[in-house]
């Protein structure tokens, strides 16, 4: 029985060597995974908040570890004295046994003895593989980690970089706002400067037109006083001086230049095909050019006419001293102006062609009443930005 005895303690060593290692994989599988978690969370948690969680991670595993080891040592001394009792039945069953029956139980312990060697052995061979793999994963780790912490050293190179990008792209942002904003407040000065001098020099030709308009009155009020015993004989006679007057040939030749005049205006070609179809707020631009330089003739009256419109876009002062009408009552009125040959009038503005001059009389009303007669020279402008466009005069 002493033999039995020895062999039990021997086992139990045994057994107290399997639980250890059994607490150490216990432990080691409570362990590795905070491990992992740990660096997990230091991968992704900000640099102010990692002290933080590694005490919690290692308090998490000491409580965990600690309440796994309470229990598992709870659970050994309550199988220890599971076993014990067990044993010591089976010891006294044994002493009551008889010794054919003591030799058979023995050769049954010594044979789950063995067994149970041959399982320690295999549970010592998986435990020498479990700490290969072990030192397997450390290794993995530790490559992870380093991994890891060459990626978060890129990551804050990264962030450094990107915030002073976002600080340099602030700055810029701010510079061209800046720039913005003078630039606006000019832009605004400008405009208001621009906006006054228009109406400075709109309100200087407004009071030019009306002071034009005050002396042409009375130029006609002074002509018309000095024409009431024949003012018909005297209108003509007194419309142009002596060294003025001529005759057809005269006539056709001035025509000629005012035709070359408008044929050699080429700045403005690019607008030839544009204000023919525009309206007529677009040709006190368009035809500034022409007018100013037909306002400046003062031997003759001379007019501009839009076969296209179909109406009188320029008449030459002049027309006062002659019909006692403004030029802008013979644009408006010029149908009802003539007495005779508006008809024949029609006809040869629609028959005129380039390079081709018509003349033809008319009977016009004068602003006293009476009638006057008027010669109407005119010609087609054949090219230019006012191609097809009729200049004339009346004599």
């Known amino acids: 029985m002493s033999?039995?005895?020895?062999?039990?303690?021997?086992?139990?060593?045994?057994?107290?060597?399997?639980?250890?290692?059994?607490?150490?994989?216990?432990?080691?599988?409570?362990?590795?995974?905070?491990?992992?978690?740990?660096?997990?969370?230091?991968?992704?948690?900000?640099?102010?908040?990692?002290?933080?969680?590694?005490?919690?991670t290692v308090l998490a595993g000491l409580l965990g570890g600690g309440f796994g080891g309470y229990v598992i040592r709870g659970w050994e001394q309550r199988m220890r004295k599971a076993v014990s009792a067990l044993v010591e039945q089976k010891c006294g069953q044994m002493q009551r046994l008889p010794p054919d029956q003591v030799v058979f139980f023995e050769q049954q312990m010594e044979q789950m003895r063995l067994g149970?060697?041959?399982?320690?052995?295999?549970?010592?061979?998986?435990?020498?593989?479990?700490?290969?793999?072990?030192?397997?994963?450390?290794?993995?780790?530790?490559?992870?980690?380093?991994?890891?912490?060459?990626?978060?050293?890129?990551?804050?190179?990264?962030?450094?970089?990107?915030?002073?990008?976002?600080?340099?792209?602030?700055?810029?942002?701010?510079?061209?706002?800046?720039?913005?904003?003078?630039?606006?407040?000019?832009?605004?000065?400008?405009?208001?400067?621009?906006?006054?001098?228009?109406?400075?020099?709109?309100?200087?030709?407004?009071?030019?037109?009306?002071?034009?308009?005050?002396?042409?009155?009375?130029?006609?009020?002074?002509?018309?006083?000095?024409?009431?015993e024949d003012p018909v004989r005297d209108a003509k006679e007194n419309y142009l001086p002596d060294s003025q007057k001529g005759k057809p040939y005269d006539f056709s030749m001035q025509l000629s230049r005012f035709l070359e005049l408008a044929e050699s205006f080429t700045g403005a070609d690019h607008l030839g095909g544009r204000f023919l179809n525009s309206g007529a707020h677009r040709y006190a631009i368009d035809l500034r050019p022409l007018f100013d330089k037909l306002s400046q003739e003062t031997s003759r009256i001379v007019f501009v006419y839009s076969p296209s419109?179909?109406?009188?876009?320029?008449?030459?002062?002049?027309?006062?001293?002659?019909?006692?009408?403004?030029?802008?009552?013979?644009?408006?009125?010029?149908?009802?102006?003539?007495?005779?040959?508006?008809?024949?009038?029609?006809?040869?503005?629609?028959?005129?062609?380039?390079?081709?001059?018509?003349?033809?009389p008319l009977q016009m009303r004068h602003k006293m009443g009476q009638e006057v007669a008027v010669d109407c020279y005119m010609g087609l402008v054949a090219k230019g930005p006012f191609a097809r466009y009729i200049i004339g005069m009346l004599i």
């Open 309 to 360: 419109e179909d109406r009188f876009v320029f008449v030459g002062e002049l027309i006062r001293s002659r019909l006692g009408w403004g030029p802008e009552k013979i644009i408006k009125d010029f149908h009802q102006l003539v007495v005779k040959g508006y008809r024949e009038w029609k006809e040869a503005i629609g028959q005129l062609e380039e390079g081709q001059q018509r003349v033809l």
């Open 116 to 228: 149970y060697e041959h399982q320690i052995d295999l549970l010592q061979s998986s435990v020498v593989k479990s700490k290969e793999q072990v030192q397997e994963l450390h290794l993995e780790m530790d490559k992870k980690l380093e991994k890891m912490r060459v990626a978060y050293l890129e990551f804050e190179d990264l962030h450094k970089d990107y915030h002073a990008l976002q600080e340099e792209y602030a700055r810029y942002q701010a510079e061209i706002q800046g720039q913005l904003k003078h630039k606006d407040s000019l832009l605004a000065d400008y405009q208001h400067t621009i906006t006054e001098q228009r109406e400075v020099i709109e309100k200087k030709q407004n009071y030019i037109g009306k002071l034009e308009g005050k002396v042409r009155d009375l130029m006609y009020e002074i002509r018309s006083l000095l024409q009431l």
């Open 3 to 56: 033999e039995g005895s020895a062999e039990v303690s021997v086992s139990s060593n045994r057994s107290n060597a399997g639980h250890r290692r059994v607490y150490f994989l216990i432990l080691l599988s409570v362990c590795v995974p905070l491990f992992f978690l740990c660096a997990h969370s230091l991968s992704i948690c900000p640099v102010q908040e990692r002290t933080g969680m590694i005490l919690m």
